[in-house]
């Protein structure tokens, strides 16, 4: 019998995935896939754990909550006990999280964003002044790598401000697709889960992305920000929205020796989903990501 919180949620929702039947359901002229029966659930917590109807309706609604499954159709429809399809999603553990920003890919990212610019993978697009913008094809995708060379005279304390301790603060000042930013979980001061929604503009969808990042700090003063997208129920795909994929999104700041300022560094490679033709979406991303740059130069730069 569970009493009070002795029996961790993610434990629970683990028994309650052995427990029910998980199909392809139909309703009138739909079929649902992998779904399970609110009846069959409520009436399993019951005879699992000893409780009455009210008290397994209450447990099912807070596994809902917490996000460990949603109804089919209607997120914010809550947990009943009857013929309602309802379907599992994953939640992370802190480990999880943390495991999906390990040592090896930060790594992997580190040499991505090749910081001494040496890889000749990389190709120089375009300079504007002292920004330099460089795009890679990436094998399999036809969405391509960007990486924004710059510097600023702002130092790692206000770059580390703007763009991990109040970085949902200062967001919408400097990305101007931003809607939406909310952090989903904090697992430690350097490891978060976080949520956003981005507004493409009125001819189509918006793009959600449930984010994974992290800050390091090396020897040497310099910064990195990682960033990527993971699965996590806690947010489910939202009616508005097309949920899109961040490979990767980096920031690095290194500071200049015996002069203020950093060398400042920015990596992208995000998929937005939903139809958008190639060459327009590489083009118009590109676009973006300089733009974006340029704004948090601008911000960083006449922060009072």
Known sequence: RIQGNMLPTHQIAARLREGVT???RRYRLFIYPRCFLGLE??????????????????LGQRLHDEGFFHHVSDISKPFLKGHYFYRFHRVLSDAQIADSLNETWIREQRLLLDVDERDTNWILSKEIDDTRIYTRKVQGMSEVAVKIATRTTAGVEELKDMLHTNYLQWCPEWRKMHKIGRIVREVSSDIELQYWKWNLGSTTSNRDFVISRRIITLRDGSVGIFQRSVVDGREPVYPDCIRSNVYYIARFFRPFTGRSGCQFYSLYLIDLKGWIPSTYKNNSQIDYFVDEVMNIKQCVENVD
Not at 41 to 58: N, R, T, V
């Open 41 to 58: 659930a409520c009436q399993f917590i019951e005879q699992e754990w000893g409780l009455d109807e009210d008290e397994a309706i209450s």
């Open 22 to 24: 998980v199909k392809n």
